[in-house]
C-alpha cells in the first residue's frame, strides 16, 4: 500500500484541517479548474457551488484549458467554461469529508476558509483501442489526487 504525502508545506494540526481522495478517475485538467475556483472560498460556499455545477446551474471558468470550450453567459469575468459534473462530484465527497473532520475537531464549519486546494496527476492507467490491420491506439487514463485544506479564520 503506497503511503501518499499531502503537497501542503506547514501543516499545523492545532488550526488546519485536511483532507484527500486518492487516485480518483476525473478529468485532470477539471479538477485543475475546480480546485483553482474554491480555493480562497468557506466551506459552506464551495459545497453550494459544487452542487449547483451538479445541478448543472453555475458553471466552472476554465481560465488555462479553454480551448474548445464554449462560452457561458452566466459567469462574470471570463466567458469560457464548463459543467465538469464528474469532477465536482468527487470534489463534494472531498469537502464533505473535511466538513466532517472540522466536526469531529470541535470547529465551527461555516468559518473554515479553503486555503489549499490541488487536483494532482497520479497514476496512468494505460488502455489500448484495437484497429484495423493488426495495430493498436493508446488510450490512456491518469487518475488524480484531491487535495483540500482548511484553516477557521
Do not use: C, W
Not at 503506497?2 to 503537497?7: G, I, L, V
Not at 469537502?95 to 473554515?112: C, M, W
Not at 487514463?141 to 479564520?153: A, C, M, Q, R
Amino acid at each position: 500500500m503506497p503511503q501518499f504525502a499531502y503537497s501542503f508545506q506547514g501543516f499545523d494540526p492545532a488550526v488546519h484541517v485536511r483532507a484527500s481522495a486518492r487516485e480518483v478517475n476525473i478529468s485532470p485538467k477539471a479538477g485543475r479548474e475546480i480546485s483553482e475556483t474554491i480555493r480562497g472560498l468557506l466551506l459552506p460556499k464551495a459545497i453550494e457551488l459544487l452542487e449547483s455545477v451538479q445541478k448543472k446551474e453555475m458553471p466552472i471558468a476554465f481560465r488555462r484549458h479553454k480551448l474548445k470550450v464554449g462560452h457561458r453567459s452566466e459567469l462574470v469575468g471570463f466567458p469560457t467554461g464548463s459543467y465538469p459534473v464528474k469532477p465536482a462530484r468527487a470534489f463534494l465527497e472531498v469537502l464533505k469529508n473535511l466538513q466532517a473532520n472540522v466536526e469531529f475537531k470541535g470547529l465551527d464549519p461555516d468559518r473554515i476558509k479553503i486555503i489549499h486546494a490541488a487536483a494532482l496527476a497520479g497514476r496512468v492507467i494505460k488502455d489500448f483501442v484495437p484497429r484495423a490491420m493488426g495495430r493498436s491506439s493508446p488510450n490512456f487514463h491518469v487518475l488524480v489526487h484531491i487535495e483540500v485544506v482548511g484553516k477557521e479564520k
